[in-house]
């Protein structure tokens, strides 16, 4: 395990166990482990790890928080209940038992398979924007980044990321900023892309879902375009969970814009 510290005392690591590679990040002294299971990303998650940091520190009180990145060189063919499974190899390795766990979108579907196929690891389990199956929109939203990433088009995949990820008027307003972020792609960014689009092809655990014991909190938002909260709803129906939907205003990345969502989480975290 390699493990630096940042300059504001954030620590990032890549660990290797039975064959898999990933770097995770690391804050907070809280009894308890938090682990953020983030959505399908052009780039590597733990270089915006300060951020994210930033954004959770009061979880850092009750928590450590781990942020997990997806697996180094993820073989083709790769599936989401594969990520679950490196997911859990990797908390067994940290020694991470019953953590409260937050996924967001892609991450949330592989928090899903991680609650049913080994409940010991989740304690309680929030998940945002996020589906148990996939459905015509989302489809259509993934299928066609695939095609533009096949094309080697990284201006395209960019900006139809932002398009479809934040609502008219955050995309207004930061969606430059990201396409600059995101412009340089390497050609082993896009491959990885391209795997992790592909692993929630035939994705179905929809009937599991009644294997989950541990408490849910399940978020959407009504301006969601890529999951769409009708499919937030039907994990929440499943499950009889609790439940909180945002309005039109908020998009899929509403985890990201609504300036409440992060003391929604930290409440249903403390009960």
């Given at each position: 395990m390699n493990t630096y510290i940042l300059d504001n005392g954030?620590?990032?690591?890549?660990?290797?166990?039975?064959?898999?590679e990933m770097e995770y990040a690391r804050f907070g002294t809280g009894a308890r482990p938090f682990v953020i299971l983030p959505g399908l990303s052009l780039k590597s998650v733990i270089p915006s790890a300060a951020t994210v940091a930033e954004a959770y520190a009061a979880f850092g009180e009750d928590h450590t928080v781990y942020l997990f990145d997806r697996r180094k060189?993820?073989?083709?063919?790769?599936t989401v209940r594969n990520m679950a499974e490196d997911t859990a190899a990797v908390m067994d390795a940290l020694g991470l038992r019953d953590a409260d766990v937050f996924g967001a979108s892609q991450g949330g579907m592989i928090a899903l398979y991680l609650?049913?196929?080994?409940?010991?690891?989740?304690?309680?389990?929030?998940?945002?924007?996020?589906?148990?199956?996939?459905?015509a929109v989302s489809n259509a939203v993934v299928e066609?980044?695939?095609?533009?990433?096949?094309?080697?088009?990284?201006e395209a995949l960019v900006r139809d990321s932002v398009e479809m990820t934040y609502a008219p008027a955050t995309a207004a307003a930061f969606g430059e900023a990201?396409?600059?972020?995101?412009?340089?792609?390497?050609?082993?960014e896009l491959r990885t892309f391209l795997v992790m689009a592909r692993a929630g092809a035939g994705m179905d655990c929809y009937a599991?879902?009644?294997k989950i014991r541990c408490p849910v909190l399940v978020i959407g938002a009504g301006g969601d375009r890529i999951a769409t909260a009708d499919a937030s709803r039907e994990i929440a129906e499943q499950l009889g969970c609790e439940a909180y939907f945002y309005g039109t205003e908020y998009g899929h990345a509403v985890y990201d814009e609504a300036p409440d969502y992060r003391e929604r989480l930290l409440a249903f975290f403390r009960k």
């Open positions: 954030l620590t990032t690591a890549t660990i290797r166990t039975g064959g898999i060189h993820a073989p083709e063919g790769y609650a049913i196929g080994r409940p010991e690891l989740v304690h309680r389990m929030a998940l945002g924007s996020t589906l148990c199956r996939p459905n066609r980044w695939i095609a533009l990433a096949q094309a080697g088009d990284v990201f396409v600059r972020a995101n412009s340089n792609l390497s050609p082993e599991d879902l009644k």
